[in-house]
């Protein structure tokens, strides 16, 4: 299972937009990248998922480049409510080993008003 | 739609007594996860179900956890007895099918004293 890195928090205004950075060297050939987000005493929820260039919804855009050895969450003018912690997952959906995906520490990125 | 539901929000036990958490996943979900997450650390997988079979529970701590889902559906996670390092959100989700997206319950958040 590729490892990944992402930093541990970040601060951002509300109306700006942020951009979360995930590193992830060692994916394989038929990892995806997804992202989930958690919200105080709630369990994470989906944002989005990828494989490549970019996919956007009505949450946030993900952008992977061409080697995907990296990825990134991008927020768009984000409010107070976007305040949780933000978690980078690669694996092979269609592998058993996707059901072992590990979370790590994530990114709590806080909003200020 | 009903989302992941979990009993009780909120459990406070002694050390060396019982306790288990109740998970009702989403309708035709077959594919049913329990998570534990300390105190900012991301969830970590206990045990996945598949339909009634547990497919992969070798991160559970048999000599203390077990878990059960009978006919497939609503599953149960007990600790016996209860050590203080247990003190934790116990998270379920479930997804519609292997490696599909996860689907989180609010948890519950047990207290060992």
């Known amino acids: 299972l590729a490892k990944t890195t992402q930093p541990i928090s970040m601060d951002s205004y509300e109306g700006q937009e942020v951009n979360i950075t995930c590193s992830h060297n060692?994916?394989?050939?038929?990892?995806?990248i997804t992202w989930y987000q958690q919200f105080p005493s709630q369990g994470p929820r989906f944002i989005i998922q990828g494989y490549k260039t970019k996919v956007t919804n009505e949450v946030a855009s993900l952008f992977i480049p061409a080697d995907r050895k990296s990825s990134t969450l991008s927020l768009p003018r984000v409010s107070l409510s976007d305040t949780a912690v933000y978690y980078c997952?690669?694996?092979?959906?269609?592998?058993?080993?996707?059901?072992?995906?590990?979370f790590g520490a994530g990114t709590r990125l806080a909003v200020h008003p | 739609e009903a989302g992941v539901v979990q009993s009780p929000r909120y459990k406070i036990i002694e050390k060396k007594q019982p306790v288990a958490f109740w998970c009702n996943p989403i309708s035709g979900h077959n594919t049913l996860y329990w998570y534990l997450q300390n105190l900012g650390q991301g969830p970590e997988l206990l045990i996945r179900y598949e339909n009634e079979e547990a497919v992969d529970d070798s991160q559970l701590p048999k000599d203390r956890f077990s878990a059960e889902r009978l006919k497939g559906v609503d599953s149960t996670l007990k600790i016996q007895p209860a050590e203080l390092g247990d003190s934790a959100v116990y998270l379920c989700?479930?997804?519609?099918?292997?490696?599909?997206?996860?689907?989180f319950g609010p948890g519950t958040r047990l207290t060992v004293l």
């Open positions: 989700a479930s997804s519609a099918a292997e490696g599909g997206k996860r689907f």
């Open positions: 997952l690669v694996g092979d959906p269609f592998s058993g080993g996707y059901n072992k995906l590990i």
């Open positions: 060692n994916i394989a050939t038929n990892d995806y």
